[in-house]
């Protein structure tokens, strides 16, 4: 059964960084086959597509809202999923989520790791 992990969230300051961290563990095949997506879901919202990656991290796609400020990378050696974010706004404030898939997420969730954009 796949499981995922998420941290690396906290309370940053607006125009603060945080990176993401998730790890992936118990894959039929090597994680290096499955392309990985972050998700985040701000209270009283519905969970949306951020950031996902190709299995071999050569492509990569955003949401309009995150782009030129997220950078979401791999590391299929170590079975891990970053999500660099940068330059934060209050509006990005949200629990987010990494999963496994490029157009839909096809794995049971995480716990999840909050981001609080705040001054």
């Known amino acids: 059964q796949v499981q995922l992990a998420e941290s690396g969230g906290g309370l940053v300051q607006p125009g603060g960084s945080l990176r993401l961290s998730c790890a992936a563990s118990?894959?039929?095949?090597?994680?290096?086959?499955?392309?990985m997506s972050w998700y985040y879901q701000a209270t009283g919202k519905d969970r949306e597509l951020v950031a996902r990656?190709?299995?071999?991290?050569?492509?990569?796609d955003y949401a309009d809202s995150v782009k030129g400020r997220f950078i979401i990378s791999r590391d299929n050696v170590k079975n891990m999923v970053y999500l660099q974010m940068n330059s934060l706004k209050p509006e990005d404030t949200a629990v987010y989520y990494c999963?496994?898939?490029?157009?839909?997420?096809?794995?049971?969730w995480g716990q999840g790791t909050q981001v609080t954009v705040s001054a």
């Open positions: 999963n496994v898939g490029w157009s839909i997420a096809t794995h049971s």
């Open positions: 118990g894959f039929r095949s090597s994680f290096s086959s499955y392309p």
């Open positions: 990656i190709t299995t071999d991290g050569s492509d990569t």
